[in-house]
């Protein structure tokens, strides 16, 4: 996990790319990136604060380097785009046949495979509409997976209460209730 004193170097670093942000950089803005950034591991961090240097005009918000820091432990940037996905798929199944179980290399082609049927899609009258609906859930779980490593801890925890109350709520109108 990072420590204060290194998102404060980070922050530095951060300060030395952006000399006209310099003056902005002041103890309560410091304590936040602090608490926001704590649960990041170091290296993620350090790294994404190089990503931010390289690839963005201004000084990088909690978002934006929570963000680089998921892209970064999550290999977001060198997973294949949802139409190279989808022409592994087809690749794979084509060559595997109706009758084996196609094995991917790539987990979320894997996961969507799984969630739409493999069969089914390779079945579809309309390669189109198969081809679209591979690309929107490949998507969906690209986000999805992102996304979960961006929440702080905190919002993570919060959600999970969230889902353990709207479960207490569907049992109990499942019960008439």
């Known amino acids: 996990m990072a420590t204060r004193e290194s998102i404060i170097k980070c922050i530095g670093l951060l300060s030395l790319a952006y000399p006209h942000y310099q003056d902005k950089v002041n103890e309560p803005m410091v304590n936040l990136y602090v608490r926001m950034l704590s649960d990041l591991e170091d290296e993620s961090l350090q790294l994404a604060a190089e990503h931010c240097i390289v690839n963005g005009k201004f000084f990088p918000s909690i978002a934006e380097l929570r963000e680089a820091a998921a892209r970064i432990e999550t290999g977001a940037d060198i997973l294949p785009s ?4 989808w ?3 087809c690749k794979i199944t ?3 046949g109706y009758f084996e179980i ?3 290399d790539n987990p979320i082609t894997a996961k969507v495979a799984q969630a739409l049927g493999w069969k089914q899609l390779v079945e579809h009258d309309n390669e189109s509409v198969a081809q679209a609906q591979f690309r929107r859930l490949y998507e969906d779980y690209q986000k ?3 996304n979960d490593v961006i929440k702080t801890p905190a ?3 919060a959600e999970g209460r969230a889902l353990e109350m709207m479960g207490g709520v569907v049992k109990q109108i499942g019960n008439g209730k």
Do not use: D, N, W, Y
């Open 87 to 89: 022409g592994e798929f």
């Open 82 to 85: 949802a139409t190279e996905a």
């Open 155 to 157: 919002l993570k925890s």
């Open 94 to 96: 084509r060559r595997l």
């Open 102 to 104: 196609p094995v991917f």
């Open 144 to 146: 999805r997976g992102l």
